[in-house]
Every structure is written in structure tokens, then in C-alpha cells.
């Protein structure tokens, strides 16, 4: 049957991008690994997370990956991230041309290579020359347009899949709940309907070889693995949503907060909220005299019984535009280059994040 | 432990003892001190939680000292060597120096506050170390009792770790086991 040829041609041609998507799916074990490789004394840890699929071929490291019950990760071939340099020195990560490296994907602007003051940067922008002649003002307008054209630029190369992988790293590391993004879980989701369909109508057919069964086996683990993503996605927010419920319904963040949930999100955190105070009143509030009822109660060195987006946490970020200065707590700036990785309070570098200029890892 | 009202750690790393000396009198509150006066009468000392002395300092009744688990002495005992003194005896067994420290220098004023900063920075760091290494070493092994030679020194080592790195310690050792189990798996599926 035509229908089910041109399935199968589908699959092994690797032209659908949720399928068999080399440069989005292989890799080092997911955001799981990034915690032991990011310790102290990681030397013992790292190694053995790094190495289960160092260096090894695509459909290896697909196998050896998802034994180890490890959620997938686009970064590149395995190799641990040596980031978490400290905010006080620009420490460019070198090996960071292997960070996105796609196999098939070569000269892609994005594979920034973090240099020095010399070389490294946006290509033709001398930075010297600029800040001797211009004002620093015009020098970040002309970096911030060129970094939104960046970021445009980024948008219309990458797949969907990418895209949901770093929401969803966005999404766990923040502190904050990030703008919701409908559209891309709404096509992926779409995506995932699509392939397995076709996988089931592909075995109804009778004339199928041992290499089919191979190949829809790989397609299928492909679509576990991204609901295992979507899903995961969805329980980081509910997460954070439940635990600033409070927050999000309080009169003064409704502008802030608001757009930033789907309506259902929203709706689940005005039951949940709703709950909860009524649970407090019922146990502890309404047992006190009127005037202690109140849960925004301000007093000094006591934090607010209004649990609040803890904003000071420390990221870890990597650059995937130049970004300029950024201004720091201590009023000093701090210049940004694209592909350099950087440790610093979220209340710094949030305006970034919501820009789509930079990424947690 | 962030800064949030409902943080189980930090109502547990405020439940320490700190001494005080109030400045007035304060009638009927005699039996906090666990005595049997019925008033407090200004300048006694006493020995109160520390999450009642925001209050007290603020109102200005009190007058408080810094806690003995960060008193001089323990700052030269942990300048000399960091991974020798036992934090746990500190703060009692299930305390939290590191966070009792943390909140209390929110409370205090400069330039103590930077200097009981960099004493907590300086312990961690040294001690961390030795935490992870004992960590992976026990993890790896199993259960081995001794683990070689020093294990009468690494049991007191681990005997005098204070909440948070005790909560370390056992993370890490628990992902040192998995990953082995996890390379004895695949071992022998690849056969």
C-alpha cells in the first residue's frame, strides 16, 4: 500500500524532524547528569555519568540512554560541561563548539565560540573602536538589535524539539514560572499524535522485514521520549504554580503573573489557592483575634507568609547572544559575550532569559 | 532554605539557644527562663530561642551576644583545621550550623556580618572535600566496615557533620551506589 510505503520511506529518510533527529537527541544523560558533573569534587561522578555515551554513534548512545532511565538531553556528544566559572571572571568556555554540535548541521551560527577581548564576539563588531567612540548607551542599543535579530535568526533554524528541550531546562532551573509556551507544546503534542499513528498503521501491514521492526521500535522510543519531556515540562510548572499560588492570585502581580499561565494553569492555581487558604483559616487563622488574621502581615526580619519567587537563587547560563553589559547588584557592569557560560543571581540576568538571549544549564 | 516562611530548615536551624540580657522589666513572664521568679528583671541573663529575639532586639528589651557555636573559640578551632571540629556536638545532632549562621547574619550588623560570611564560606569549602570523598568511597565499595585504613578517623568525621552535610553526604552516596549499579547492569546485557 502506497500510504504505508511512504510511511516507511518517512522513517528512513530522517526527513521528519521528530523522528530519528540525530542532533536533537543524542547525547549525555539528561539534566540528571548536570548535577554531579557540576560538583566540587566531581572528577569521580562525572566521568562515570559523562562516559555512558561518550563519543559513541547515534543509534548506541540511543540504546545505552535509555537503559540508564535517562530523560534526554541536546547537548552534544557527551562531553560534561566544565562551566559554572563564577561571576567575577569572563571565563569563556572552550570547549563549547561541541555544544551544539550537529552532525549534520555545519557553519551554524550558533555554535558560538567564546573568545577573548580580541576575536571573540559578534563578527565585524569592533568592540575597542566602539566604546572609545560611541556612548555606551548607543553601543548596548546597536548589540541589543543585533542580539534580537540573533535570536529571530535562532527561532526559524531550530526544530520544535529543541526548542521544548531548552524550555523545558528553562523551566526547571528558574525560580520563576516562565511565559508558558502554548503554541510549541501544541504542535509537539501534535507531532507525537502523528507519528504514533503512523506507527500502528504501519504494523498492520503484512510484509514486514526485520529491519522495520527495528526501525518502528526506535520511532516509538523516540515518541516516549518526548512525552516523557512534554510531561516533565508540565510538572515543573505545576510545581513552582502550587508553590507561589499565593503569590500569583495577590492583587499586585496579576499584571506580571498572569499572562505568564495558560487558562488552565490558571484556573488550577485559583482552586488551589482557594484551598489552601481555606485550610489555613479553618486550622490556624480563625482561632486568632480579627486583627492577626491578615497573611500579609509586613514585619521586619520575618519573610512574608506569601511565599515570593525566590529571585536571588544563583543560575548557571550560558550566552547564546552577545548581550552587552548587564548591570550587576553592585552597580558595576559586566560585558556578556555569546557562547561564554556564567554564574549569577536570577534577578540579574532574568530580563535576558524572558529575551530568549541566554539559557539556563 | 531560601528565605521562605515555610521552610521546614529554617524553622529548624532558628531553633537554637541564644544568650540575652534583657533591659527592662517584664512582669508574669518569669517562667521563660524556666525559673521560678515571677517577673524578669532588667539586665538577667537568659537563654532564648532565636526566633523570638528579632522582636526583642527590634522593640529594644534585649541586648544579645553571639551565639556560642560561633563564638571565637570555634573560629580558631575551625582556622586551624576545618574538617577536625565536630559541628554536630555544636548544634546538637539534628542542627543546622551552616543555617543557623546564615540567619543569623542577616540579623547582626557590618563588619561582623562579613566576617561570620567568609567563616561559613571558608568551613564549607574545606570540609566539602572530605565529605565527597568519603561519600564515593563508602558508595563504591558497598558495605565495607572499616573502608581501609583511617575508618575510626572517617566515623568521626561523620559523626561531626551538621545537618546540611549530612543531607550531602547522603545524596552523594547514594548516586555513587546507583551509577555502580548502573555500569554492573549494562556489563553484562552487552554480553
Not at chain 1, 29 to 35: N, Y
Not at chain 1, 314 to 328: K, T
Not at chain 2, 122 to 132: A, E, H, Q
Amino acid at each position: 500500500m502506497s500510504n504505508l510505503d511512504d510511511i516507511r520511506r518517512k522513517f528512513y529518510d530522517n526527513s521528519d524532524p521528530l523522528a530519528l533527529d540525530s542532533s536533537s537527541t543524542s547525547g549525555a544523560g539528561g539534566s540528571t547528569a548536570i548535577g554531579p558533573t557540576r560538583s566540587v569534587s566531581g572528577s569521580g561522578s562525572s566521568t562515570a555519568a559523562g562516559s555512558s555515551s561518550r563519543n559513541a554513534p547515534y543509534p548506541n548512545a540511543q540504546n545505552r540512554n535509555y537503559r540508564g532511565g535517562a530523560s534526554s538531553s541536546y547537548r552534544g556528544k557527551g562531553r560534561p560541561r566544565q562551566g559554572g566559572a563564577s561571576s567575577s571572571s569572563a571565563f569563556a568556555s572552550s570547549n563549547d563548539d561541541t555544544l551544539y554540535d550537529d552532525a549534520d548541521d555545519g557553519g551554524n551560527g550558533r555554535t558560538g565560540r567564546g573568545g577573548g577581548w580580541n576575536g571573540g564576539g559578534v563578527e565585524g563588531f569592533d568592540y575597542g573602536q566602539a566604546l572609545r567612540t560611541q556612548d555606551i548607551a548607543d553601543v548596548d542599543m546597536e548589540l541589543g538589535a543585533r542580539a534580537r535579530e540573533g535570536v529571530q535568526a535562532r527561532e526559524e533554524e531550530e526544530t520544535d524539539v529543541q526548542k521544548l528541550l531548552r524550555a523545558w531546562t528553562n523551566e526547571r532551573h528558574a525560580p520563576d514560572v516562565l511565559p508558558t509556551k502554548d503554541e510549541l507544546l501544541g504542535s509537539i503534542l501534535d507531532e507525537i499524535r502523528r507519528q504514533t499513528n503512523d506507527v500502528n498503521a504501519l504494523r498492520a501491514a503484512e510484509d514486514l522485514t526485520e529491519e522495520d521492526h527495528y526501525m518502528m521500535m526506535l520511532v516509538q522510543t523516540e515518541v516516549e521520549r518526548m512525552k516523557f519531556v512534554v510531561r516533565s515540562y508540565v510538572r515543573a510548572r505545576l510545581y513552582k504554580i502550587e508553590k507561589l499560588a499565593a503569590y500569583i492570585l495577590a492583587d499586585e502581580n496579576k499584571a506580571e503573573m498572569h499572562p505568564r499561565l495558560t487558562t488552565a494553569e490558571l484556573r488550577h492555581a485559583q482552586a488551589y489557592g482557594g484551598l489552601l487558604k481555606g485550610h489555613f483559616d479553618a486550622t490556624v487563622l480563625n482561632h486568632l483575634p480579627e486583627s492577626q488574621r491578615g497573611m500579609d502581615d509586613e514585619v521586619p526580619m520575618v519573610p512574608n507568609m506569601i511565599t515570593e519567587p525566590h529571585k536571588d537563587k544563583p543560575v548557571f547560563f550560558h550566552a547564546l547572544e552577545d548581550c552587552g553589559q548587564i548591570r550587576l547588584p553592585d552597580g558595576s557592569g559586566y560585558l556578556v559575550q555569546k557562547g561564554s557560560i556564567h554564574l549569577m543571581r536570577y534577578r540579574t540576568i532574568e530580563h535576558l532569559l524572558l529575551r530568549d538571549e541566554i539559557e539556563l544549564v | 532554605m531560601e528565605n521562605d516562611y515555610y521552610s521546614i530548615d529554617a524553622i529548624l536551624a532558628e531553633n537554637q539557644k541564644v544568650p540575652c540580657a534583657f533591659k527592662v522589666d517584664i512582669p508574669d513572664l518569669g517562667y521563660l527562663d524556666g525559673g521560678s521568679e515571677k517577673d524578669i528583671k532588667a539586665s538577667s541573663k537568659s537563654q532564648l530561642p532565636f526566633w523570638l529575639t528579632p522582636v526583642l532586639l527590634l522593640s529594644d528589651f534585649a541586648d544579645c551576644i553571639l551565639p556560642p557555636p560561633f563564638s571565637q573559640r570555634v573560629r580558631n578551632a575551625l582556622n586551624a583545621e576545618a574538617t577536625s571540629v565536630k559541628l554536630s556536638s555544636l548544634v546538637g545532632s539534628g542542627g543546622l550550623w551552616y543555617g543557623f549562621g546564615r540567619m543569623i547574619v542577616h540579623v547582626i550588623e557590618e563588619p561582623y556580618a562579613k566576617d561570620l560570611t567568609n567563616v561559613l564560606v571558608k568551613t564549607f569549602k574545606d570540609r566539602l572535600v572530605d565529605i565527597m570523598d568519603q561519600a564515593q568511597h563508602f558508595g563504591a565499595l558497598g558495605n565495607h566496615a572499616g573502608g581501609g585504613g583511617d575508618g575510626q578517623k572517617g566515623e568521626d568525621f561523620r559523626e561531626g557533620l551538621d545537618g546540611t552535610e549530612r543531607e550531602l553526604f547522603a545524596l552523594a552516596q547514594a548516586s555513587a551506589k546507583r551509577t555502580k549499579q548502573w555500569y554492573e547492569s549494562s556489563d553484562k546485557t552487552r554480553r
